[in-house]
């Protein structure tokens, strides 16, 4: 009997458990229907508490990992050498056929790298996304490893332009859609209230949610407390609910005052963030991927950063760029109330059915080579 060829899915930060539950589901799903491959799931333990991983694993229905590097936090450098030995070793002692990674955190490159080092081909999740800034550490992990990727699975048509303009062919290029929206689009009557909703008094499309926690933004106290007085004032006396990112909550010590409308909260688990993001008047980010979730939902969305790589939600969704100039706050927010955002539509293939896909594709590149 022919050995069942044998994937490592690797995930290790909060954005990579969304893109994973749901292509863990269709490999148990085809598994179950006599399909013929398996998976390891490796977790590099980059997020490492309960609130920015243990939530999320039981709320998406994901599995115990079968190996978790524990490596924790420490500077970038420090955690792709973890995450590059623990994972070496692991090939070592037991070979996979293919290290499946998605998205663009450290562990993404840092598998990816192990991984061809040890003679074991890469397909990447989210291939070929690109925001040409590369003070984003996040865009010089996709750089990395796209450059070693054996196959590619994208979620938009400018991704695959992306690589095709890189010399990769298109054999190599695998137009999926969006495992995130899978696990929206399967977690919709599921979203819950948070607990916090009534003593903070919010109403359906009467509050903003608001993320921040990209270095551009949130390192330095007075360019952080100048955005934050400009949010407090473009909103307009609404709630904010700003669920605070560890890296955030450095600098937000630092201040002396915070806007009145402001509401401080933990992070919180993915069913909680998506039913806050589904009934806010619009969403305040320097994220990439709730960008996509608050297209999909058609919330309005306001990114302040200068670049995106994912620009469909900006052509064809319900994102703006407003750059990181807090004066350019205001306008955008009083357009917003006045009723001219625009309306926004879904991107092609964002129909909950990518996972599906890279399994089918993943059957045919690993039992037909």
């Known amino acids: 009997m022919t050995k069942a060829p ?6 290790g930060a909060r954005p990579n458990f969304m893109k994973i539950a749901p292509i863990l589901r269709a490999l148990d799903a085809r598994r179950a229907r006599g399909g013929p491959l398996s998976y390891r799931l490796v977790h590099t333990g980059q997020h490492y508490d309960a609130r920015m991983s243990g939530d999320f694993f039981a709320q998406l229905g994901i599995p115990e990992p079968d190996v978790n590097f524990e490596v924790g936090s420490g500077t970038q ?19 996979s056929d293919l290290c499946l990674v998605v ?6 490159m840092a598998c990816a790298i192990a991984a061809q080092k040890m003679g074991v081909p890469v397909a990447h999740v989210e291939g070929g996304i690109r925001s040409g800034d590369w003070s984003m550490p996040e865009e010089i992990n996709r750089m990395a490893t796209d450059a070693i990727t054996n196959w590619f699975f994208t979620t938009s048509a ?25 696990t929206l689009l399967a977690s919709m009557d599921r ?15 009467g509050y903003f949610v608001l993320t921040l926690h990209r270095p551009a933004n949130v390192d330095a106290r007075d360019p952080f407390a100048r955005l934050l007085a400009a949010i407090g004032e473009g909103t307009r006396g609404e709630p904010v609910v700003f669920p605070v990112h560890p890296r955030t909550a450095k600098t937000l010590r630092e201040l002396a005052s915070l806007p009145a409308g402001l509401r401080l909260v ?22 990439g991927g709730i960008t996509e979730e608050a297209t999909v939902m058609g919330v309005p969305c306001l990114t302040l950063r200068d670049t995106t790589e994912r620009p469909e939600t900006v052509t064809i969704g319900t994102n703006e ?17 006045a009723g001219q955002w625009k309306k926004g539509a879904i991107p092609e293939k964002w129909d909950g059915r990518a996972a599906e896909r890279i399994v089918a594709a993943l059957e045919k590149l690993l039992t037909e080579r």
């Open 266 to 287: 933990e992070p919180q688990p993915y069913l909680e963030f998506n039913w806050l993001v589904k009934h806010a008047r619009a969403v305040i980010t320097d994220s």
């Open 191 to 205: 979203l819950r209230p948070p607990a916090f909703r009534d003593g903070l008094g919010l109403e359906p499309g």
């Open 6 to 11: 044998l994937i490592d899915v690797v995930a």
């Open 103 to 108: 998205g663009d955190v450290t562990s993404t």
């Open 77 to 95: 450098a420090e955690q792709t050498g973890a995450i590059m030995v623990r994972y070496e070793a692991l090939l070592a002692s037991a070979r």
């Open 158 to 182: 400018t991704a695959n332009e992306n690589l095709r303009r890189s010399g990769v062919g298109d054999e190599r290029i695998f137009f999926v859609g969006n495992t995130m929206i899978d």
């Open 321 to 337: 760029l407003i750059g990181t100039d807090p004066a350019r706050l205001k306008p955008a927010l009083d357009r917003l109330f």
